[in-house]
């Protein structure tokens, strides 16, 4: 089970409806399973009404910001705690070492190089942490193309959906968790 989760989205909340919908509802989900947030550490887009949903549901949330951020994306003042860091590796490094697994919702640049730095290193061995990708409304349906398409050339060592579960709504998350998938499919 996890104890704490990263999620990685965006500082802003994109042009569908549905991304802070379903941003809302992962942190419900997380603060009803008594799992801690471990997020970006801004108020502002996807990651500010995920954490506002997790601490408005009485849950725990843990920032971690770049100081270089924390005017840009205005860091959250109401968190659990808050760590400002030097720079972006520095972030995504206590990130992966405080969480048991990761959320990807949608997001830009910063989003995605968080995601592949997770499989990558799920793929190096230098963590086997599970990485969820939130589909909302296919937002990711041309990344998983593109992943497939790697696979297909032969550039990836082992199929990309080893290291990666899709996900269409939050309701799924609950049942990864339930069913621990995961761990079944890594055994």
């Known amino acids: 089970m996890w104890n704490s ?6 500082s802003k909340n994109g042009n569908n409806e549905l ?3 379903h941003a809302q509802e992962i942190g419900l989900i997380l603060a009803q399973k008594n799992i801690q947030l471990i997020y970006g550490g801004g108020r502002n887009g996807l990651m500010g009404i995920v954490a506002d949903s997790v601490l408005k549901n009485k849950g725990k949330v843990i920032g971690v910001i770049p100081s270089l951020l924390s005017e840009k994306e205005h860091q959250h003042e109401s968190l659990t705690a808050l760590h400002i860091v030097e720079d972006m590796h520095e972030r995504k490094k206590m990130m992966y070492e405080l969480s048991d697994a990761a959320i990807i919702l949608p997001g830009g640049y910063g989003t995605m190089d968080e995601l592949f730095e997770m499989i990558t290193w799920n793929q190096l061995s230098i963590h086997d942490k599970t990485i969820v990708l939130l589909n909302s409304d296919g937002y990711y349906n041309s990344l998983v193309a593109h992943l497939q398409q790697m696979q297909q050339e ?3 060592y082992n199929p990309w959906n080893e290291s990666l579960f899709i996900i269409q709504d939050p309701q799924a998350l609950i049942s990864l968790m339930d069913e621990d998938i995961y761990q079944n499919h890594h055994e």
């Open 154 to 156: 032969g550039f990836l």
């Open 19 to 21: 991304f802070a919908r």
């Open 5 to 10: 989760v990263a999620v990685f989205c965006g």
